[in-house]
T-cell receptor
Framework: QKEVEQDPGPLSVPEGAIVSLNCTYS??????FMWYRQYSRKGPELLMY????GNKEDGRFTAQVDKSSKYISLFIRDSQPSDSATYLCAMSRGGSYIPTFGRGTSLIVHP | DVKVTQSSRYLVKRTGEKVFLECVQD?????MFWYRQDPGLGLRLIYF???????EKGDIPEGYSVSREKKERFSLILESASTNQTSMYLC??????????????FGPGTRLTVL
């Protein structure tokens, strides 16, 4: 079993839909949780960062962490074609230098 | 804003050539990383460095070496390029030390093709 599991998709939704992207993990020591967005042929860019459990909102994006279930989510409201990208989750124990990344979920938002 | 730059966006080399990929960050980060990214395999760590002149092997170091002579610069070297090293190469950096939240900031990537 991989430490971080992420469905590769692609996930195809119509413009305006609410998108839910998810990762599960097995290491209960993870405390820091990140979401990256990667456009085609570009490097990943940090989208959201949360510590421990709970929700964090930034504009149309909400990151949610459920440590009891070892499950994290990224919600995108009012999705736009410009949100079409691959979304990678990442998590770490803190105090270590190297996050563990999911393989990414490809999202396609069609007009 | 953190800025990580990579020397080339696209590179085409021949089998057996020595290849240098350079990465520079401007945020005084202590940690720097080299990954390769292939379809279906995700990000795989090649090497990382947590200080000048220090380096540690990642998950797939074979066929690669690195150099960190200055804090802001981390180079990846392919001693003798092979076709199976055709990939997207990504450099990243993070604060490290007591401030370490492990959040990594990535460069734009270098798409390397070895013929």
């Amino acid at each position: 079993q991989k430490e971080v599991e992420q469905d590769p998709g692609p996930l195809s939704v119509p413009e305006g839909a609410i998108v839910s992207l998810n990762c599960t993990y097995s290491n209960s020591a993870f405390q820091y949780f990140m979401w990256y967005r990667q456009y085609s042929r570009k490097g990943p860019e940090l989208l959201m960062y949360t510590y421990s459990s709970g929700n964090k909102e930034d504009g149309r994006f909400t990151a949610q962490v459920d440590k009891s279930s070892k499950y994290i989510s990224l919600f995108i409201r009012d999705s736009q074609p410009s949100d079409s990208a691959t979304y990678l989750c990442a998590m770490s124990r803190g105090g270590s230098y190297i996050p563990t990344f999911g393989r990414g979920t490809s999202l396609i938002v069609h007009p | 804003d953190v800025k990580v730059t990579q020397s080339s966006r696209y590179l085409v080399k021949r089998t057996g050539e020595k290849v240098f990929l350079e990465c520079v960050q401007d945020m005084d980060h202590e940690n720097m990383f080299w990954y390769r990214q292939d379809p279906g395999l995700g990000l795989r760590l090649i090497y990382f460095s947590y200080d000048v002149k220090m380096k540690e092997k990642g998950d797939i170091p074979e066929g690669y070496s690195v150099s960190r002579e200055k804090k802001e610069r981390f180079s990846l070297i392919l001693e003798s390029a092979s076709t199976n090293q055709t990939s997207m190469y990504l450099c990243a950096s993070s604060f490290g030390g007591a401030r370490g939240t492990d959040t990594q900031y990535f460069g734009p990537g270098t798409r390397l093709t070895v013929l």
